[in-house]
């Protein structure tokens, strides 16, 4: 469960990094709200999965889900650049996410 609540935090941070991204300075209501929220509900699961969870793996996979999903969404959605070595280097991110679950169990 608290690997599920750790993936679950990971991906609002992604909701809250877009949703900042369209605030402009905190003077648009709504990505304020939903950055606030999702921020907010990101600490939070975060904090019941370290209750169970070593908190430098927990924060390290947190983080990389984070970078990561930020990452693909600008490409995606943002007209971000793509380059190879960009792709290359969000590869590892995932590598290291990946790695560290393995070795946590």
Do not use: C, D, Q
Not at 45 to 61: E, F
Request: hydrophobic letters at 65%; proline letters at 2%.
């Amino acid at each position: 469960m608290a690997w599920a609540l750790l993936v679950g935090a990971g991906l609002l941070e992604i909701v809250w990094a877009i949703a900042l991204k369209h605030t402009e300075g905190f003077t648009r209501l709504w990505p304020s709200v939903v950055g606030v929220a999702g921020a907010a509900l990101s600490f939070y699961l975060l904090s019941i999965a370290l209750k169970t969870l070593p908190v430098g793996t927990a924060y390290a996979i947190w983080v990389g889900v984070g970078a990561l999903g930020v990452a693909l969404a600008g490409i995606v959605a943002l007209g971000e650049s793509a380059s190879l070595l960009r792709l290359l280097f969000l590869a590892v991110i995932l590598v290291g996410i990946i790695g560290l679950r393995l070795v946590e169990g």
